[in-house]
């Protein structure tokens, strides 16, 4: 951030008086720009006992298997966040189950949420953002060719807590030196 | 937002392409400004049986009991967040147990989350936008004077989730119609 996106004029970095760390400072109107972590919300679409997996068109890991996840928009909420994330990227319609895990990323400032979810119908198709959509049943899981630790995380804590006919709400942190 | 943080010249409002929602546009850099949810994150501060509430210094709802809780910083974890809100709200050192509570609310754009924490020596203190701390029973809650609904429904599901000895997860949705 170089200008104060209220009156354009060049802002500066420094911590405000009764604050702890550095924002961007409009000395012309006052502004103090915060900026804060993202949310990105997705689900583990189910169909059949098999999970619905999405391969990745554009960067970062293009190529790669992911679940339907994206950014939160403002004026949703997280259910409406994933059953659009999966519209989107796997032209699915999905009934959100229950929140599954809460993965921290802090080194790229953000907190991904993912939810069990049952496919409506067992239709699907390709999004914008994907190559390919399968679906998937555990045995064949392409593990060493999944997007993000997030999702495989997600998908290790799906199958293990159906083994166990319990759902739980996992939470972990993401640290950058097991980033792929 | 008028201006492009990047380079100072004016944005428009308009859906870019291969995009469905209006984003701030820069023409001139070709920057499209993506506005997202911020999560406020805090937790439920455990000592004796009692938990801690804070009344708030500052509005919105001024003079209103709270849990400590605030906005989510940039490279933090949750539970990073909600130890650092309750040091700097109720002077608190908490250890985080379980997250306990998720509140949508959309109208505002925010993400709410709540951890089940353990005020460690069952010390305390007023924090800078805290007018006053204090340790509650659960039968003496003063739930008409609780600041926001979301805290409400955490303080709630704790104290239900305690008396049934087993903690969950819940997730809801903060409706304007229900705002105070």
Not at 36 to 47: Q, Y
Not at 115 to 123: D, I, K, V, W, Y
Request: with cysteine; proline share 7%.
């Amino acid at each position: 951030m170089k200008y104060c996106s209220e009156c354009g004029h060049e802002v500066v970095l420094k911590v405000p008086p009764d604050d702890h760390l550095p924002r961007y400072l409009c000395a012309h109107c006052g502004m103090i720009h915060y900026q804060n972590p993202k949310l990105v919300v997705g689900c583990v679409p189910e169909w059949d006992g098999k999970v619905l997996l999405c391969r990745r068109a554009i960067d970062p890991r293009m190529g790669y298997w992911t679940l339907p996840a994206g950014f939160m928009e403002n004026n949703e909420t997280t259910e409406q966040a994933a059953m659009r994330e999966a519209a989107e990227e796997a032209l699915a319609e999905v009934e959100i189950l229950a929140p599954l895990t809460l993965v921290n990323v802090p080194h790229i400032s953000q907190v991904h949420l993912l939810f069990r979810a049952r496919l409506r119908r067992g239709q699907f198709g390709i999004g914008a953002e994907t190559l390919e959509t399968a679906l998937f049943t555990e045995s064949v899981i392409p593990w060493e060719d999944i997007a993000f630790p997030s999702v495989s995380y997600t998908l290790e804590r799906f199958f293990e807590d159906r083994r166990h006919s319990h759902y739980g709400f996992h939470i972990t942190t993401w640290r950058k030196t097991t980033a792929p």
